[in-house]
């Protein structure tokens, strides 16, 4: 168990046990209770004082399936809130094997220093000038990168917009190709890493310090059945590998809640032409993986690898949340460019989610029109070139609408929302308005709740409810590593039994079942402290009114739940 602190003012680097106040955390845990711990609250996010803290889970690093998320934690410059963005790939795995608990970036570097950290198989660190990566965008980046130290590494990177520290700016992660197509995304956090200075980790692959699990054969046990339960899942077993989360495209448009243009509809039209289904028929037809593994230690094998007519990578993976941002929020049904822009926007190292957003604000301000795929693509490039439009549309999608004076603008304490319209979810209206980072699509998500029938999405009965249930329970599973598609087998009934058993297994620890949501509760409490002194009160827990006001079709619905329910939320 160490912490890496790395000061990019001076450049030194110290290595020291865990304080026992972050001991027994990981992932989201240690980053949001270590950033309102050691960050004022009020600090520029892309100030010196400011801490960048990359953080595999608490399970990263052992044999136990699917604990390869990485969390990566700050002030974010896009909110001004606390952020934990989260990723895939193999950069969890790298770290929890060289028993590593976090790397703390701290300082600034001067203007136009670049430094690029890396970490041995011996679990040595070194800070490295870069100023020969000083441009580059993050698939040639992340080619250098392990030509230079060697296949079997992981890489953490930023492109142009995380050196231009654009508030969309991503961190991208390499997945087990070598690819830096899995992005840490929400809220600007490659801007962070830009300003201290730092353009990439790279991180050796089969290291052997990992922590000591406790009981190991309790563990491989435990391990055993938590892989049984996740495969024999239909959603985890059955539709991710067939689909991904692409799936989502036609239950969401078919109850009427996948917001298109710039959220003025809740369907698409044309929508089945970006589908789930439709999209793994063109991969299959051209030669490409609808099923592919992109993180380590994975089963569920959700990602897939969408090829061009002739054959030829594109992107890896297309997900159900770029689909939206950048066709369907814009008007666009056509799966070729927004799978270029995907690859463009992890390439140039930028939120696909927020720029999708941000551009719907623009065309619906009367920039370019709805559906126009070559004024996307030519908005997307801009950001790389670093021009006055680029700019502002890495800024988001709330820079965008102040620019254009256009009031509606789909954002929550100035985060783009996510792929479910409020209005026909009212559950993630709740989600949206009262996570800590702004509107989110991890934090709290009750798709799965509408789609199996178990709450009426258009009704405000046990939204509330339900929102505050998820939202405890996924700030728990986020200090894990362990990823969203695989937790949905183990939230309940044997599942949860047998994921109880390998983090007790792992850490000598009796925990019961009571235990988990008081682990969310503490994190979530953290965060919440932070954004306080950061200067937020519940009035930033609120949608946009134009959600309040205008009724979505097909429904006709607007957003239902009182602010005095909102404030409720997190009564505990």
Known sequence: ???????????????????????????????????????????????????????????????????????????????????????????????????????????????GDLSLLHLDINGAVQLMAAPEYSGERTYALTEKLLRRFGEKNAVLGIGPAGEYRLPSASIQSSDVDGRPCRAAGRGGLGAVMGAKGLKAVVVAQGGKAADAIADPEAF????????????????????????????????????????????????????????????????????????????????????????????????????YETIWALGGMTGVNDLDVIARLDFLCDDIGVDTMNTGVAVAVAMDAGYRNFGDAGALVEMVEEIARGTEMGRLIGSGPVAVGRHFNHPRIPAVKGQGVAAYDPRAMQGNGVTYATSPMGADHTAGNLVGEYLVGALDPLKPEGQVETSRHLQIGTAAIDCTGMCFMAAVALVEGEGAEAFLKAINAKFGTQLGPEDIPSLGIRVLKAEREFNRQAGFTKQDDRLPRFYYEEPLPPHNQVFLISDQALDDTFDF
């Not at 990981?26 to 953080?55: F, Y």
């Not at 037809?285 to 990602?303: D, E, F, L, N």
């Open 220 to 319: 491989r046990e435990a391990s055993r059945l938590v892989a049984k339960i996740v495969k024999a899942h239909p959603m985890s077993g059955g539709m991710m590998p067939a689909l991904g989360t692409a799936g989502l495209v036609a239950p969401v448009n078919a109850m009427g809640a996948f917001p298109a243009y710039n959220a003025r509809k809740g369907v698409l039209e044309g929508w089945e032409k970006i589908s789930g289904e439709f999209m793994a028929e063109t991969i299959a037809r051209r030669g490409g993986k609808t099923t592919h593994m992109g993180c380590a230690q994975c089963i569920v094998h959700c990602s897939n690898e969408f090829v061009d007519e002739g054959g030829q990578y594109v992107t890896s993976s297309l997900e």
């Open 1 to 111: 168990m160490k912490l890496i602190r790395v000061n990019m003012s001076d450049k030194t680097i110290t290595t020291e046990e865990v304080p026992e106040l972050y001991r027994g955390l990981g992932g989201r845990g240690l980053t949001s209770i270590l950033i309102n711990t050691e960050v004022p609250p009020r600090c520029d996010p892309l100030g010196p004082e400011n801490k960048l803290v990359i953080a595999p889970g608490s399970l990263s690093g052992t044999p136990l399936v699917n604990t390869s998320r990485i969390s990566i934690g700050a002030k974010s410059p896009l909110t001004g809130t606390i952020k934990e963005s989260n990723a895939g790939g193999t950069v969890a795995d790298a770290l929890g094997r060289l028993g590593v608990t976090a790397i703390v970036v701290e300082g600034q570097s001067s203007a």
